[in-house]
């Protein structure tokens, strides 16, 4: 949906806040109208058997100021780990029971003009069994 004309500032807040608007395109009022767009993809793997592990890890994409969870994407990509939204340098922690803790720091995320999205930085975490 794309909004022309002077709306008030309660509604674009509303809009944003219910995710209904999409596209990247700020609207007249400068506030940008776009969709959730992770800051950081994870893969977590066995490490020895390469088995995708998403289904029972949980963890956290944290950069200065925010901290989120890491969520499950949903079939068929139900292997990968997402979260973060602001650019920014983050650390990824993931945890997983039978594993090592798994930790990646210095992942820097930069943002896309004019919005300042980032742009999905994606990876693999090997995960350590534990001894």
Known sequence: MRLTGPYPAALVIALVAAGGCSGSSPTPTGAC???????VEVVPVDSVTGAFLAA???????????L????????PMDTILYGGYPPGEYQV???HPGYQQW????????????????????????LQPTP
């Not at 029972?56 to 925010?66: C, D, F, K, L």
């Not at 989120?68 to 079939?75: A, K, R, S």
């Not at 930790?103 to 930069?110: D, G, H, L, S, T």
């Open 33 to 39: 109208m776009a969709a959730y767009i992770p800051a």
């Open 56 to 66: 029972g890890a949980t963890g956290s994409a944290q950069t200065t100021g925010y």
């Open 68 to 75: 989120e969870p890491l969520g499950v994407m949903t079939p």
């Open 93 to 95: 922690t993931i945890d």
């Open 103 to 126: 930790v990646k720091a210095n992942i820097r995320v930069f943002g896309t003009p004019p919005c300042d999205q980032p742009r999905t930085v994606k990876f693999r975490a090997k």
